[in-house]
């Protein structure tokens, strides 16, 4: 499959299609519903052709990529519909939905998966080898799976094989470990700046830090890698920490969930009962 459009040119899609056509792949079409952003995105591409047209899109190539919010997924697949897709390939991006969404194009001819990077895209523009060394979760129709297991390999991805069901269970374990990252993140850079530390310095005391929690994590794996007061079982500490937190009620919720958790972590890794009944007891107090 040589020729491939992008339907939805944000982020995804012009990384997407950047990527692939870097490795040998000739982009025919990039829709988007505003122009200029069609227009944006294939300058920084270099390839292929703006449109605001959907149909023309999947009906010029033999490989459709549809990379636009989950909740307009319906409406694209609705547009296209009309086209004519016998042995046409498409896929949608999306990493809590299905290939379900696709079935009305399956029914017109197409092959039909899902293909969702597990990757984040918080860039303007991303560089072509951001899919390097990362998974890419595949569900769908045989073909089309196979079809995108070859693509990842080109791009330098390993195909992770899913079912419609494990998407969403998925994509929520990708969310928290990504997005909710930069919450606490936040909140930290919030704390800190009560102490009159401006974010570029917040950055340099987190960034070590944060990369040899990551390392660690490679090396020991995840739940070898935690550290801290509540798997020491050192209640004191524990109790500065909320005499803190009391006064920033999100972040006291926040901090108690997180070290409840750690606290099942802790009881695994052999902290005593007595130290595990008496932290439960302080980080259930309101």
Same mark, same amino acid.
């Given at each position: 499959?040589?020729?491939?459009?992008?339907?939805?040119?944000?982020?995804?899609?012009?990384?997407?299609?950047?990527?692939? =056509?870097?490795?040998?792949?000739?982009?025919?079409?990039?829709?988007?519903?505003?122009? @200029?952003?069609? %227009?944006?995105? %294939?300058? %920084?591409?270099?390839?292929?052709?703006?449109?605001?047209?959907?149909?023309?899109?999947?009906?010029?190539?033999?490989?459709?990529?549809?990379?636009?919010?989950?909740?307009?997924?319906?409406?694209?697949?609705?547009?296209?519909?009309?086209?004519?897709?016998?042995?046409? +390939?498409? +896929?949608?991006?999306?990493?809590?939905?299905?290939?379900?969404?696709?079935?009305?194009?399956?029914?017109?001819? @197409?092959?039909?998966?899902? +293909?969702?990077?597990?990757?984040?895209?918080?860039?303007?523009?991303?560089?072509?080898?951001?899919?390097?060394?990362? =998974?890419?979760?595949?569900?769908?129709?045989?073909?089309?799976? /196979?079809?995108?297991?070859?693509?990842?390999?080109?791009?330098?991805?390993?195909?992770?094989?899913?079912?419609?069901?494990?998407?969403? *269970?998925?994509?929520?374990?990708?969310?928290?470990?990504?997005?909710?990252?930069?919450?606490?993140?936040?909140?930290?850079?919030?704390?800190?700046?009560? @102490?009159?530390? /401006?974010?570029?310095?917040?950055?340099?005391?987190?960034?070590? *830090?944060?990369?040899?929690?990551?390392?660690?994590?490679?090396?020991?794996?995840?739940?070898?890698? *935690?550290?801290?007061?509540?798997? %020491?079982?050192?209640?004191?500490?524990?109790?500065?920490?909320?005499?803190?937190?009391?006064?920033?009620?999100?972040?006291?919720?926040?901090?108690?969930?997180?070290?409840?958790?750690?606290?099942?972590?802790?009881?695994?890794?052999?902290?005593?009962?007595?130290?595990?009944?008496?932290?439960?007891?302080?980080?259930?107090?309101?």
């Amino acid at each position: 499959m040589k020729t491939f459009s992008v339907i939805g040119a944000g982020r995804v899609g012009t990384a997407l299609a950047l990527a692939l =056509c870097r490795k040998g792949l000739e982009l025919k079409y990039l829709a988007d519903s505003s122009p @200029a952003q069609a %227009r944006k995105a %294939r300058k %920084r591409v270099g390839q292929g052709r703006a449109t605001g047209d959907n149909r023309l899109a999947a009906r010029s190539a033999g490989l459709v990529f549809i990379c636009v919010p989950d909740d307009l997924i319906p409406q694209v697949v609705k547009e296209i519909s009309a086209v004519e897709l016998s042995g046409k +390939f498409i +896929f949608h991006t999306s990493g809590a939905l299905s290939s379900e969404l696709l079935q009305p194009l399956a029914r017109k001819g @197409a092959r039909v998966a899902s +293909f969702h990077p597990a990757q984040t895209f918080a860039e303007e523009v991303s560089e072509p080898g951001i899919f390097k060394g990362i =998974c890419i979760g595949l569900e769908g129709q045989p073909e089309a799976v /196979e079809l995108g297991k070859t693509l990842a390999a080109r791009l330098g991805a390993q195909a992770l094989l899913l079912s419609a069901a494990e998407k969403p *269970l998925y994509h929520l374990a990708l969310s928290i470990s990504s997005n909710f990252l930069i919450i606490l993140l936040h909140e930290v850079k919030e704390l800190l700046k009560t @102490a009159g530390l /401006e974010e570029k310095v917040v950055l340099e005391i987190l960034a070590p *830090l944060l990369n040899k929690t990551l390392q660690n994590v490679k090396n020991l794996g995840i739940d070898s890698s *935690l550290t801290g007061p509540v798997v %020491r079982g050192d209640l004191k500490t524990v109790e500065k920490h909320l005499s803190i937190t009391a006064g920033k009620p999100g972040l006291d919720r926040v901090y108690r969930a997180m070290a409840l958790e750690a606290l099942w972590l802790a009881e695994k890794r052999g902290l005593s009962r007595e130290k595990i009944t008496a932290l439960k007891h302080l980080l259930e107090q309101r």
